[in-house]
């Protein structure tokens, strides 16, 4: 399940603007953006204010996506946000107190995520 707060999906669209973007991806055109965002709208869980679960000093930046991904029960927050992946490591203080209040939400970057669901799939094969 895919999860979207306003505020998150205002910064995928900034993001996917941005002319340094566009110039790298020459296909990535505003229609295209538009389009895209319009297709996650269609598909996602919209989650018009999640509630703040979190601070997060060193990044608070991030904690919107922290916020939607714990308000949406979600099972995993997919990222290469280095502030956010320090969060599942047991050695820092911080990343004991994140997994111990969010025992159930995993932050793993993109490669590790299709790892896990092509790991699991394999496994549930005859």
């Not at 566009?22 to 204010?49: F, S």
């Not at 916020?67 to 927050?77: E, H, M, N, R, V």
């Not at 047991?90 to 970057?109: A, C, M, T, Y």
């Not at 993109?110 to 799939?121: A, F, Q, T």
């Amino acid at each position: 399940m895919l999860a979207l707060s306003p505020t998150v999906l205002a910064e995928v669209a900034e993001v996917l603007h941005r002319p340094e973007l566009r110039q790298k991806l020459r296909r990535l055109t505003p229609e295209r953006v538009d389009d895209l965002l319009q297709a996650l709208v269609n598909e996602a869980l919209l989650v018009p204010a999640p509630p703040r679960h979190i601070e997060l000093p060193r990044d608070p930046k991030d904690e919107p996506y922290l916020d939607l991904a714990i308000a949406a029960g979600a099972s995993y927050l997919i990222t290469r946000d280095k502030d956010l992946l320090d969060l599942m490591n047991l050695d820092h203080k911080e990343g004991q107190e994140f997994r111990q209040r969010f025992p159930d939400l995993r932050i793993v970057n993109p490669v590790d995520y299709l790892n896990s669901v092509s790991s699991r799939l394999d496994s549930e094969q005859p």
